[in-house]
C-alpha cells in the first residue's frame, strides 16, 4: 500500500520561504510520476508542479520560477522548494504519486503566507 506524509508546511510572510516534504512508503518516488497539489479555501483543487518517472521537472505558470520540485532517491522523498511566497499561495498543498494509473495522495500540510 502506497502512503505518503506531507510536512514542512506553516505560516510565512510574504517574500519567505518554505520547503516542503512528502515521504513515500510502499513505492519509490525515482520511478513513478509525482506531483504537487494545492487547495486553496472555496476553490478546486490545482496542479502546482511536478515530476515524471523519467524525471522531467515541470511547475504551472503561477509559480514558475519560485517553486521547484526535486527528489532524493536515498530518502525515497518528494520535496517543493517554494520561495517569495506570496499570500495568494495561501492552501493546503497534497502530494500526489501515480502508481500503475492509480492516484495516490498524501493527507496534505497547510500553507499560509501572511501580506
Known amino acids: 500500500q502506497v502512503q505518503l506524509v506531507e510536512s514542512g508546511g506553516g505560516l510565512v510572510q510574504a517574500g519567505g520561504s518554505l520547503r516542503l516534504s512528502c515521504a513515500a512508503s510502499?513505492?519509490?518516488?525515482?520511478?513513478?510520476?509525482m506531483g504537487w497539489y494545492r487547495q486553496a479555501p472555496g476553490k478546486q483543487r490545482e496542479w502546482v508542479a511536478g515530476?515524471?518517472?523519467?524525471?522531467?521537472?515541470r511547475s504551472a505558470d503561477s509559480v514558475k520560477g519560485r517553486f521547484t520540485t526535486s527528489r532524493d532517491s536515498a530518502k525515497n522523498t518528494l520535496y517543493l522548494q517554494m520561495n517569495n511566497l506570496k499570500p495568494e499561495d495561501t492552501a493546503v498543498y497534497y502530494c500526489?504519486?501515480?502508481?500503475?494509473?492509480?492516484?495516490?495522495w498524501g493527507q496534505g500540510t497547510q500553507v499560509t503566507v501572511s501580506s
Open positions: 500526489q504519486m501515480t502508481v500503475r494509473l492509480i492516484n495516490y
Open positions: 510502499g513505492s519509490t518516488v525515482s520511478t513513478n510520476a
Open positions: 515530476i515524471t518517472s523519467g524525471g522531467i521537472m
